[in-house]
């Protein structure tokens, strides 16, 4: 079992930078691979980007790539995103899961998923 608790979302004008961490309990979180999705209004749950469980690996979504940059410190079982040049279309809630495997970009591979955090940009 694992548990997940997002933070560092807030309100950011457009051309920010947040920095989100996810903060993990239980056991062997440095076996799990971590992904960070969002969802907002009236949209679907979207991929963002993931990270294998030793950090040398990691995926981005289009939207994203050149933007945001996933880590982790296992040390700390704590996974982040930065967030740099944010656009209004950025927008959500940000949520962080793991899974045991290989990076995935759907959500139904994720196991265990955390309670989000509300990232809004202003434009």
């Known amino acids: 079992q694992v548990q997940l608790v997002e933070s560092g979302g807030g309100l950011v004008q457009a051309g920010g930078s947040l920095r989100l961490s996810c903060a993990a309990s239980g056991r062997s979180f440095n076996t799990y691979t971590v992904g960070w999705f969002r969802q907002a209004p009236g949209k679907e749950r979207e991929f963002v980007a993931a990270i294998g469980w030793s950090g040398s690996s990691t995926y981005y979504a289009d939207s994203v790539k050149g933007r945001f940059t996933i880590s982790r410190d296992n040390a700390k079982n704590t996974v982040y995103l930065q967030m740099n040049s944010l656009e209004p279309d950025d927008t959500a809630v940000y949520y962080c899961?793991?899974?045991?495997?290989?990076?995935?970009?759907?959500?139904?591979?994720?196991?265990?998923w955390g309670q989000g955090t509300q990232v809004t940009v202003s434009s």
């Open positions: 899961a793991t899974r045991r495997g290989s990076m995935m970009v759907l959500t139904p591979a994720y196991d265990y």
